[in-house]
């Protein structure tokens, strides 16, 4: 009897320290509209800094990571699922994924990223204090500093071609920062729209002849096609350049961007702040590149090669990453 009684107290105490670690798990959702190298790195970066603010997975956090695979109607099925598991926080990569899952409830916490202009997309009316249930980090590019490398690129510079997806506010959002950034410099901006990824290499065709460069946003439907954009600026000696850093690696000869882990690294503090009982409404979004002040200058002289330009030597002395 002695010993079934001990047995009886020992599992009820395995079962109330299960009971108590349960109740110390917090649960993450996180998701995406579609998988590209930036947004990867902002998932690795988000979970990091959840870890170094102490919510590990596996361990007091329990993460729910889906991808949309580029599809819209599924991201607004992930969102409904993740109103129904009740979170402590959402974390939407990408402006569509966050219009989703911001479009679904304004209880649970959410902390979007990798938002280009979050107001203009109409997720908080400002960044100071947001309000409601939402906060974040936009990932505006520097794009004044990544015309700048264009034209050491490419002196004779007078028409950029801009292929995007008029469909998404970010795309629209660079798209007038961009033009402002080189109007008194009279550098051309040629519209090149591609609604979906199938017309992405038919939009770069369309600007042979009328340009002297390519402008890659980052625009998850033109990126997810950017194979086809270089493949033109090859065939006709096109130079083609991106938004972000992670474009180079596939082929574009140049960027100047952010550190997208950085930026998800920022992202995973704000979103430890809420586990830790904070209003996302009460915390202040943010802007990455005016946090993160060392950009990343990524070229790829093989890539260069192929479009007819040769890299000076002052980028080369300054490139944090150059592929060969």
Not at 68 to 93: H, L, R
Not at 143 to 166: F, R, T, W
Not at 261 to 269: D, K, M, N, Q
């Amino acid at each position: 009897m002695i010993r079934t009684s001990l047995g009886i107290l020992a599992a009820a105490s395995f079962a109330f320290v299960v009971n108590a670690n349960a109740d110390d798990m917090k649960k993450v959702a996180i998701s995406t509209i579609v998988e590209v190298p930036a947004l990867l790195e902002t998932k690795e970066g988000v979970l990091k800094g959840l870890a170094e603010e102490g919510f590990v997975e596996g361990q007091n956090l329990e993460v729910d990571y889906q991808n949309a695979n580029g599809n819209m109607p599924t991201q607004q099925q992930i969102a409904k699922k993740f109103i129904g598991d009740n979170p402590d926080v959402i974390v939407p990569i990408t402006t569509p994924t966050s219009q989703a899952v911001i479009a679904s409830t304004d209880t649970i916490p959410i902390v979007f990223t990798t938002v280009t202009d979050p107001i203009k997309a109409k997720l908080i009316p400002q960044y100071e204090k947001p309000g409601g249930n939402v906060t974040g980090v936009s990932d505006a590019a520097p794009i004044q500093q990544q015309v700048a490398l264009m034209q050491e690129l490419v002196p004779d510079l007078k028409a950029i071609g801009y292929i995007y997806n008029p469909g998404l506010d970010n795309a629209l959002a660079t798209l007038e920062v961009l033009k402002r950034e080189t109007e008194e410099l009279g550098i051309a901006i040629f519209e090149s729209p591609a609604p979906t990824t199938n017309e992405v290499a038919l939009a770069t065709k369309k600007l042979i002849g009328q340009v002297d460069a390519v402008y890659v946003p980052n625009d998850t439907t033109v990126v997810a096609a950017l194979e086809s954009i270089i493949k033109v600026g090859e065939d006709v000696d096109l130079p083609v350049f991106a938004g972000e850093t992670g474009a180079v690696a596939r082929g574009v000869i140049a960027s100047v961007g952010l550190d997208y882990v950085e930026l998800g690294r920022i992202t995973g503090h704000m979103a430890a702040r809420v586990l830790n009982g904070e209003n996302p409404g009460d915390i202040d979004a943010v802007i990455a590149y005016q946090v993160l002040t060392n950009f990343k200058v990524a070229v790829n002289k093989k890539a260069a090669e192929a479009m007819g330009v040769t890299i000076p030597d002052a980028v080369l002395a300054r490139a944090t990453e150059i592929i060969e």
